[in-house]
Nanobody
Framework: QVQLVESGGGLVQAGGSLRLACAAS????????MGWFRQAPGKEREFVAR????????YYADSVKGRFTISRDNAKNTVYLQMNTLKPEDTAVYYCAADLNSGVEITSEREYDYWGQGTQVTVSS
């Protein structure tokens, strides 16, 4: 088992930045590839970004490519999502998730084994 806790969400104006963190406990984070997903009101949860176990590979949704950066610090058992140039359409609850499988270009939430509770990000226009 691994427990995931997201933090860093909040209210920001369009064009601003936020940095989300996902802290893991229970198991060593380096055992997992990690992903970020988001769910906007009335919409299905969607893939945002993924990072390989040791951080050597990353993959992004087209909608965030060039604006968001996923990273990890396995010594701190933490994964980050740096979000720049935020847009109102980025407003959503953001979730981190852990996947025991390797691979980078995995976007389906069904592939992930553990989930956090989410953190709200609201971008005002």
């Amino acid at each position: 088992q691994v427990q995931l806790v997201e933090s860093g969400g909040g209210l920001v104006q369009a064009g601003g930045s936020l940095r989300l963190a996902c802290a893991a406990s229970g198991r060593t984070l380096s055992n997992f590839a990690m992903g970020w997903f988001r769910q906007a009101p009335g919409k299905e949860r969607e893939f945002v970004a993924r990072i390989s176990r040791l951080g050597g590979g990353t993959y992004y949704a087209d909608s965030v490519k060039g604006r968001f950066t996923i990273s990890r610090d396995n010594a701190k058992n933490t994964v980050y999502l740096q979000m720049n140039t935020l847009k109102p359409e980025d407003t959503a609850v953001y979730y981190c998730a852990a996947d025991l499988n390797s691979g980078v270009e995995i976007t389906s939430e069904r592939e992930y084994d553990y989930w956090g509770q989410g953190t709200q990000v609201t971008v005002s226009s």
